[in-house]
């Protein structure tokens, strides 16, 4: 068989790791041929690629990034679909395995179920956001990232006796600062999934000040947002797939605690950092064993699909079923913060 594979969307700690396993199990054990796509979906509509070998995808697992690039081309739009199409005919490929988060894979999605393409989805994100598996790889290397960040920023709060906004990446959902706040021990989490209150928020940092605590740390996920105000965002302009550039409710947050409490207030965005460098075990682990069932599964023709991450088992699920819902935090789980709050 030949098999493409492309990586797509942002970027996270893993995706070597998958590529990898994909073109070793790929050739050694099945004897297919594999084919890279450059930047995501873009590789497949403007013809760009290069054959991967055991050779050249040798020293990569434990690199982050994509050797293969990544964009957020959208193959819907226009006649991204026939392009596609052309493409695979053009390489006698007999299918791709795309590795993404929500847009990429909900594109692989359409692509298999409206236009027949055969394509098996892999899933990535930091924000762990895909629907039908426990953990996406790449959240595991943020939240070590963003704990990291918690406990370095501790000692200046407690010596300056300040708050500090911590803010972190979740577009719609708080994994990250849900676990990094409770990991770094955090006195207010702020995520998407639950608008938050500011008079509530400054109530727990005097709390902490009455009770001879005088710092905090506030960590907030980028899509937060206030139940008096809208979401933050830099840009107004939105991507490919219709999403806004977030990122700025910390600044916002670091103004109005500073006016309300009087408390000297300080916000570090962390930013693209939590999507970098090496990644932690878990996801080397977790990356490789989704990308050996993604090839067996293309070794099967069992196109959309996805293999997903049950408990400790690799199981496949509908490629079609896992994009149809984003995994955002459930509020009920939120309250395993309250205790630490304040
Ligand atoms: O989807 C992963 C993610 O890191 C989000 O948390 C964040 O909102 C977005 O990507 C940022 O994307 P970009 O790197 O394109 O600005």
Redesign the pocket.
Known sequence: MRVGVLTG??D?PGLNAAIRAIVRKGIDTHGHAIIGFRDGWRGTIENSFEELTIESTRGILPRGGTILGTS?TNPLRDDGAARVRETMLSLHLDGLIAIG??DTLGAASALHGDHGIEVIGVPK???NDIGSTDVTFGFDTALQVATDAIDRLHTTAESHHRVMVVEV???HAGWIALHSGLAGGADVILVPEQPFDLDEVCRLIRRRHARGRFFSIVVVA??ALPVEGTMATIAPTA?AFG?Q??GGIGQWLEGEIEHRTGFETRTVVLG?I??GGTPTAFDRVLATRLGVAAIDSAHERRWGTMPALHGNEVELVPLAEAVSELRTVPVDELAVATPFLG
Do not use: N, V, Y
Request: some cysteine; charged content about 40%.
């Open positions: 969307g942002g996270c957020r988060g929500e994100t930091i924000d990446m979740g577009r980028e899509g991507d999403h550039r977030l693209h939590q999507r």
